[in-house]
């Protein structure tokens, strides 16, 4: 019986049916749905720093990453509950973000993780291997990839 789903996000399209997906299974089981932004680096990548300047949010790249990944998380609260699930919390970490992925669902007993196959990744995670598929490889519990 699955109790608790995370659903990691970075605010993709990928990520975004991840949540689709992952809020349908929490309704249908009456799971909690805990969803996660994992903040991997201080940089704004280039869709960010477009976003940050075009809502005028002041501060440095660090306070910019912060308010546009807890908008995010609080998007895909919204977004999940309106598939259905209605037990929902959400989170912001630094870290990185595979292993904090599977940290955090240790931590949080997640019996399944859910997330998307592609990402705002560069260039270089799609040549080593992607966060999904890292996740895949290190997670104990079951992994639902989102295409």
Request: aromatic content about 4%; some cysteine; glycine content about 8%.
């Amino acid at each position: 019986m699955i109790k608790k789903l995370l659903v990691a996000v970075d605010g993709s399209e990928h990520s975004m049916k991840a949540v689709d997906y992952a809020a349908s299974i929490a309704a249908a089981m009456k799971a909690k749905l805990s969803i996660l932004f994992v903040l991997k680096t201080h940089e704004l990548p280039k869709g960010m720093d477009a976003y940050a300047k075009f809502e005028h949010i002041p501060g440095g790249n660090e306070a910019v990453l912060k308010r546009i990944s807890g908008d995010l998380v609080e998007d895909a609260k919204d977004r999940a509950a309106k598939q259905g699930a209605t037990d929902i919390d959400g989170k912001v970490v630094d870290g990185p973000v595979a292993r904090t992925i599977i940290a955090e669902a240790k931590k949080q007993n997640a019996d399944v993780i859910v997330i998307g196959s592609r990402g705002m990744g560069n260039i270089e995670a799609t040549l080593r291997g992607g966060v999904s598929h890292r996740v895949e490889l290190l997670a104990k519990c079951p992994v639902f990839t989102v295409r």
